[in-house]
């Protein structure tokens, strides 16, 4: 495949299943795709998507995975995606995202995946993390997020992989990590 996503896609009202990983796909990801009320597994990485996320991505309730990494992404991360109370994954990684971490991240009780490595993000790591109590991987590697690593993060026990490395983190790591 080549060229840009077609907001035509928007009208696909039964799809479950999009994959569309390493695809040479380009331009900007349409708003349409919020009209995919039934998508469940969204995967766009690999490709040389621009723009932003648009926030009609909060429209799909039922979304488990949201894999946008390795693009051209621009933009904050919307405080919308933090409605996706269903998502599993939330791979944002390789773009250059700028902002912070959204403070609602917390509403994501079910995500066991955060990749927001590699973009250009600011702020500090949101106290909330810690109440993500199904996460078993953090990637925050390569941005410029600063603070400290907050105590909370001792109450993640399912954390298997925890990326932190060249940012601007500073202060002792948390005792019972």
Do not use: C
């Given at each position: 495949?080549?060229?840009?996503?077609?907001?035509?896609?928007?009208?696909?009202?039964n799809?479950?299943h999009?994959?569309?990983?390493?695809?040479?796909?380009?331009?900007?990801?349409?708003?349409?795709?919020?009209?995919?009320?039934?998508?469940?597994?969204?995967?766009?990485?690999?490709?040389?998507?621009?723009?932003?996320?648009?926030?009609s991505?909060?429209?799909?309730?039922?979304?488990?995975?949201?894999?946008?990494?390795?693009?051209q992404?621009?933009?904050?991360?919307p405080?919308?995606?933090?409605?996706?109370?269903?998502?599993?994954?939330?791979g944002?990684?390789g773009?250059?995202?700028?902002g912070?971490?959204?403070?609602?991240i917390?509403?994501l009780?079910n995500?066991?995946?955060?990749?927001l490595?590699?973009?250009?993000?600011?702020?500090t790591?949101?106290?909330?993390?810690?109440e993500?109590?199904?996460?078993?991987?953090?990637?925050l590697?390569?941005?410029?997020i600063?603070?400290n690593?907050?105590?909370?993060?001792?109450?993640?026990?399912n954390?298997?992989i925890?990326?932190?490395?060249?940012?601007?983190?500073?202060?002792?790591?948390p005792?019972?990590?």
């Amino acid at each position: 495949f080549s060229g840009e996503i077609p907001s035509e896609i928007g009208n696909l009202a039964n799809l479950e299943h999009l994959h569309l990983r390493n695809a040479s796909l380009e331009g900007n990801l349409p708003t349409s795709i919020g009209n995919l009320q039934n998508l469940q597994y969204l995967n766009l990485m690999y490709n040389n998507i621009t723009g932003e996320i648009p926030a009609s991505i909060a429209n799909i309730e039922y979304l488990y995975y949201l894999l946008l990494g390795s693009n051209q992404m621009t933009g904050t991360i919307p405080d919308e995606i933090t409605n996706l109370l269903f998502l599993k994954e939330l791979g944002l990684w390789g773009n250059s995202f700028t902002g912070t971490i959204p403070i609602n991240i917390s509403n994501l009780v079910n995500l066991e995946y955060l990749y927001l490595g590699n973009n250009e993000l600011t702020g500090t790591i949101p106290n909330q993390i810690g109440e993500l109590s199904l996460l078993k991987a953090l990637g925050l590697e390569n941005n410029n997020i600063e603070g400290n690593i907050p105590n909370s993060i001792v109450n993640l026990t399912n954390l298997e992989i925890l990326w932190l490395n060249n940012n601007l983190i500073v202060g002792e790591i948390p005792q019972n990590i």
